[in-house]
C-alpha cells in the first residue's frame, strides 16, 4: 500500500471513529425552553378591564382624540387593512337598535358613536367619547385600578369587563403626581388580581402586559424588564421593560411570571405614538400605598418641607469637598416653610433625611412625600466643608385633586366657545410667548362643535385664520363674526412643535 492511500485510511478511520462523538455531544446540546404564557393569561385576563372616558364638549361627534387633519376615515381604513376588522368603538353600518347588547350596551354605543342622527352645529350638550384606556380589579367589590391620565376630567367612566359586561363606575380619586386612580363599580364576587412585590423584580426577567392598546380589547404582549429604578418623575422610580405598550395600553397591569401584578403600564417612549421598545411601569408597591390613601379619603396626603433641589453633579461635589456625588442641592428655599424655619439655605447639600440616605436630587420628594405632615425630623446637609443636623417639622402638601362626586353640586361653568368656529381663545402670556419663539397666535382654552369635530384641542395655538394672522383673542372673534359659513376656511394651528394647516367649516349663527 502505498504512503498515499495509507493516509486516505487512517483519516478515515479517525472520522468514523470521530462520528459517535460528534453525534452524541450535538444531542447533548441544552435545549432553550420559551416560557409559556397560555395558563398566565387565562388566570390574570379575567382581572383586566376596558376603560372609556366620555366628555361633554360638543355637539354629536366622535373624535377619539385625532390629532388636527387626522381623519376619522383614515383610521377606519387603518384597521380594515391591517386588522381586517372595523376601527373599535365604531358603530355598526346601517344605523339601528342596540338589539343584542348587554350590560348597557346601548349606552356603549351612545358614548363611543355618538347620536346615529346627523349632528346640529348649534347644540352642544351631546356625549363624545374622550379617552381609551385599561385597568385591573383590585378587590371583589368592585374597586378597580388605572392611571389618573385616562380618567382625568373625564365626565362619565364605562369599565367593560371580559365577560362583556358593561359598567358606568364612580371616581374614588386621582393622584397626578403618580398618576394613579381609582374607580368603583357596582359589582360583587369579581376576579381580583393578585398583588406582587415590586421590590423583588429583576432585571432580564420575563413580563406581560394585558390591556386595549388602540381600543382592542384584552391584547397580551410580552417582553423582559429592561431596568428598575428609572427616575422619570418626582415620586416614581419608573420599572422600565420592552414589553409591547401603546396607546390604550396605559393603566393596565404589568403580570410577572407567577400571575401577579408587579406595576401599572403608564408611559411609553416614543417619537411616532407607538411602540419603540421602552416603555415604563409605575412600580405596585408605589401604586398601592397610593391607592389605600384614595380608597381612604378620596385624596393623598404627602409631606412636604417648600425647597426646590437639584442635582448633584461630580463637579460640585469635587469643588464642595464632598467624597462623592450624591445629596439633593437646595436652590431656594421657601420664605416661613419648614426648611427654612429649620434653618436650610440655598446652596446646602442635603445628604440624609431621616436618617436614610439622599443618593440622588429624586429620592428626596419620594422621602419627604411618604412622611406624615406634622412629624417632627432630622436633615443632615453638606454646608462649608462640614456636615450638619437640622430639626424640621414637615408640612402637608396641597393636594391635585379630590374625588369629583356623583352629583355635582358646585359645577364651575365651562368657558362657552359660542362663535363661529366653536372656539374660546385667549391671549398668550409675554412670557409664554418667548420662550415658543412667537410673534402672534391665541391659546384655545375650550372647544365645542366643528372645532371639535376637526380635532381642536384645549392648549392648541391658532396662528391664522385663512390669510390673517391672528394677533389677539379680541381680533380672532372680529375675523371669526366675518366668516362665511357656506365656506370651508383654512386654520393655521399649532400643536407642540407641529404646524398644519386644518381645513374647517363655520356653523351656521344660531337664529336670535
Not at 404589568?254 to 406595576?263: D, R, S, T
Request: proline residues 6%.
Amino acid at each position: 500500500m502505498s504512503n498515499f492511500s495509507l493516509r486516505k485510511f487512517i483519516a478515515a478511520a479517525a472520522l468514523a471513529v470521530c462520528l459517535p462523538f460528534v453525534s452524541q455531544s450535538a444531542s447533548a446540546a441544552p435545549t432553550v425552553n420559551l416560557p409559556d404564557f397560555t395558563t398566565l393569561v387565562d388566570k390574570v385576563g379575567p382581572s383586566v378591564v376596558n376603560i372609556r372616558t366620555t366628555s361633554r364638549v360638543g355637539s354629536g361627534s366622535d373624535l377619539r382624540g385625532l390629532p388636527p387633519g387626522l381623519d376619522e376615515g383614515d383610521m377606519s381604513e387603518f384597521f380594515r387593512r391591517f386588522f381586517g376588522i372595523p376601527m373599535p368603538g365604531q358603530p355598526p353600518r346601517g344605523g339601528g337598535g342596540g338589539g343584542g347588547n348587554n350590560g348597557g350596551g346601548s349606552q356603549g354605543d351612545q358614548g363611543k358613536g355618538g347620536s346615529r342622527n346627523a349632528p346640529d352645529d348649534n347644540q352642544d350638550n351631546s356625549e363624545q367619547s374622550s379617552g381609551v384606556g385599561s385597568g385591573f380589579i383590585l378587590s371583589t367589590d368592585g374597586y378597580v385600578m388605572t392611571n389618573a391620565h385616562v380618567v382625568d376630567d373625564a365626565d362619565t367612566i364605562y369599565v367593560t369587563l371580559t365577560d362583556k359586561r358593561e359598567f358606568k363606575a364612580r371616581l374614588v380619586g386621582v393622584d397626578e403626581r403618580t398618576d394613579v386612580a381609582v374607580v368603583k363599580i357596582s359589582a360583587s364576587n369579581l376576579p381580583a388580581i393578585t398583588i406582587g412585590d415590586s421590590n423583588k423584580v429583576r432585571v432580564g426577567e420575563w413580563v406581560l402586559a394585558i390591556g386595549s392598546p388602540f381600543g382592542l380589547d384584552n391584547t397580551v404582549t410580552a417582553g423582559i424588564v429592561s431596568a428598575k429604578g428609572r427616575d422619570t418623575g418626582d415620586y416614581l422610580p419608573f420599572i422600565q421593560t420592552d414589553v409591547a405598550v401603546n396607546p390604550g395600553n396605559s393603566g393596565g397591569p404589568l403580570i410577572n411570571m407567577a400571575g401577579e401584578v408587579i406595576g401599572i403600564n403608564s408611559q411609553i417612549y416614543s417619537r411616532t405614538g407607538g411602540f419603540m421598545g421602552i416603555s415604563f411601569a409605575i412600580p405596585i408597591d408605589e401604586a398601592m400605598r397610593v391607592a389605600d390613601q384614595l380608597k381612604a379619603s378620596g385624596k393623598v396626603v404627602r409631606g412636604r418641607i417648600a425647597v426646590a433641589i437639584g442635582e448633584v453633579t461630580k463637579d460640585v461635589a469635587d469643588s464642595l469637598g464632598l467624597p462623592k456625588a450624591q445629596g439633593a442641592l437646595v436652590s431656594s428655599v421657601e420664605s416661613g416653610g419648614p426648611a427654612d424655619k429649620a434653618g436650610v439655605q440655598p446652596g446646602d447639600i442635603i445628604l440624609k433625611f431621616n436618617g436614610q440616605n439622599v443618593e440622588t436630587a429624586t429620592d428626596l420628594p419620594r422621602m419627604v412625600g411618604d412622611t406624615k405632615p406634622g412629624t417632627k425630623t432630622t436633615l443632615t446637609i453638606w454646608r462649608k466643608g462640614q456636615t450638619r443636623d437640622l430639626s424640621v417639622t414637615v408640612a402637608e402638601m396641597q393636594p391635585d385633586k379630590v374625588a369629583k362626586t356623583e352629583q355635582k353640586k358646585s359645577p364651575q361653568p365651562k368657558e362657552r366657545a359660542s362663535n363661529a368656529l366653536g372656539m374660546a381663545v385667549s391671549d398668550i402670556p409675554a412670557d409664554q410667548k418667548k420662550a415658543l419663539k412667537l410673534t402672534s397666535g391665541v391659546q384655545i382654552d375650550a372647544v365645542e362643535g366643528p372645532a371639535a369635530r376637526a380635532g381642536f384641542q384645549k392648549g392648541d395655538i391658532i396662528m391664522r385664520i385663512g390669510d390673517t394672522d391672528i394677533t389677539s383673542a379680541k381680533q380672532f372673534q372680529e375675523v371669526a363674526q366675518g366668516l362665511d359659513a357656506s365656506k370651508m376656511v383654512a386654520i393655521l394651528v399649532r400643536r407642540g412643535d407641529n404646524t398644519q394647516f386644518v381645513p374647517l367649516r363655520p356653523r351656521v349663527p344660531a337664529q336670535k
